[in-house]
T-cell receptor, first 113, second 110 residues
């Protein structure tokens, strides 16, 4: 089955620690995205990548970093510089042609205390 | 700057009570309007893409329509399993990026 996987589903960290969230897709999509969702709010774009070894900042990139070494993988690191990291993180992917609709993974809920 | 506003923020319906959700947008050149359904604690599930004013798409009890300034998601005779948050997003100009609205939380009571 084609799809997007994110791991882990729940993640707990102490303040001051960096943490990496995993995102893998087997849809053969070129573009991948990371969003943050806070309670009762819509999605805000953190980073996106349209091709391997290239990525761009979204609206709220401060305190986050990404890499895109493989087409299938787009890990997100939440660094200690992110002032309010507790949130629900969503990864998505899309084609670069046709309809451009994005398909989402199941999400990772990160809690930092 | 692209903006998407969804209303109402929350909507409570009785089973079978039809209604509509609104998505108003301001973009510089609409390239697509997307509707998603999101269940609590899960990732959004793609429902529809609309491209031009007058376009309509249907799926079971849901019908999405598009004008030059807004989109409606009509829910006909809803069931409790339709309870979810419905998200609207727009794609503008030539980029891949979507701008999301804040969502409408729909609750359907039996």
């Amino acid at each position: 089955d084609g799809g997007i996987t994110q791991s882990p589903k729940y993640l707990f960290r102490k303040e001051g620690q960096n943490v990496t969230l995993s995102c893998e897709q087997n849809l053969n999509h070129d573009a991948m995205y990371w969003y943050r969702q806070d309670p009762g709010q819509g999605l805000r774009l953190i980073y996106y990548s349209q091709i391997v070894n290239d990525f761009q900042k979204g609206d709220i990139a401060e305190g986050y970093s990404v890499s895109r070494e493989k087409k299938e993988s787009f890990p997100l690191t939440v660094t200690s510089a992110q002032k309010n990291p507790t949130a629900f993180y969503l990864c998505a992917s899309s084609t670069q042609t046709s309809s451009y609709e994005q398909y989402f993974g199941p999400g990772t809920r990160l809690t930092v205390t | 700057e692209d903006q998407v506003t969804q209303s109402p923020e929350a909507l409570r319906l009785q089973e079978g009570e039809s209604s509509s959700l609104n998505c108003s947008y301001t973009v510089s050149g609409l390239r697509g309007l997307f509707w998603y359904r999101q269940d609590p604690g899960k990732g959004p599930e793609f429902l529809f893409t609309l491209y031009s004013a007058g376009e309509e798409k249907e799926k079971e009890r849901l019908k999405a329509t598009l004008t030059k300034k807004e989109s409606f998601l009509h829910i006909t005779a809803p069931k409790p399993e339709d309870s979810a948050t419905y998200l609207c997003a727009v794609r503008a100009n030539a980029g891949n990026m979507l701008t999301f609205g804040g969502g409408t939380r729909l609750m359907v009571k039996p």
